[in-house]
């Protein structure tokens, strides 16, 4: 299996576990519908939204467009290109925090979850994990969107920071 193989089903993994939690992804959306199509020249538009659906099969995401901070002609222009249907994996990234940003009250959080205590070093969770308590390590990971999947050095989401988290509001 090549490398680009590897990636892109490792964020579909991620990405089909992370839709009840209302990721935030960026987007490239490409418009293969328009006249330019025969010159090669293709309307791309950039935005963010919210997954809510993957096409497994397709390798595809749907998302709600997030429109705040847009001029009136951008969120049209998003809005249109959303609704037109899939956007393929390979131009979705999701908004992702690294484990080393855990505040102390997350950890406390996550620490009630396990008979053993765990600790973050280095973005890497260190600790014993029970097998039972895995799916519930999981799910608060995905619940604060960490990065649990290396998908930030990969070049496979965008790291979250405090000035540009979509997650506070």
Do not use: W
């Not at 199509?37 to 993957?54: A, M, R």
């Not at 099969?57 to 467009?65: D, E, F, H, V, Y």
């Not at 940003?101 to 053993?116: A, K, P, V, W």
Request: charged residues 25%; hydrophobic residues 35%; contains cysteine.
């Amino acid at each position: 299996m090549t490398k680009e193989k590897e990636n892109k089903d490792l964020l579909l993994r991620y990405l089909s576990m992370a839709i009840p939690y209302n990721v935030v992804v960026s987007c490239i959306i490409i418009d293969y519908n328009t006249e330019e199509k025969e010159k090669g020249n293709h309307p791309t538009y950039k935005g963010d939204g919210t997954l809510f659906l993957i096409d497994k099969l397709s390798n595809r995401a749907c998302i709600r467009p997030i429109l705040e901070g847009k001029s009136y002609r951008e969120k049209v222009y998003f809005e249109q290109m959303c609704n037109k249907g899939y956007i393929a994996i390979e131009n979705v990234k999701p908004y992702l925090r690294p484990l080393s940003s855990m505040t102390e009250r997350e950890l406390d959080e996550l620490n009630c979850l396990c008979y053993h205590n765990i600790s973050v070093q280095d973005d890497v969770l260190c600790g014993h994990i029970c097998y039972t308590e895995i799916i519930d390590v999981q799910n608060f990971l995905l619940r604060y969107h960490f990065d649990f999947m290396d998908l930030i050095p990969k070049g496979l989401a965008i790291e979250v920071g405090e000035v540009d988290n979509p997650y506070k509001g």
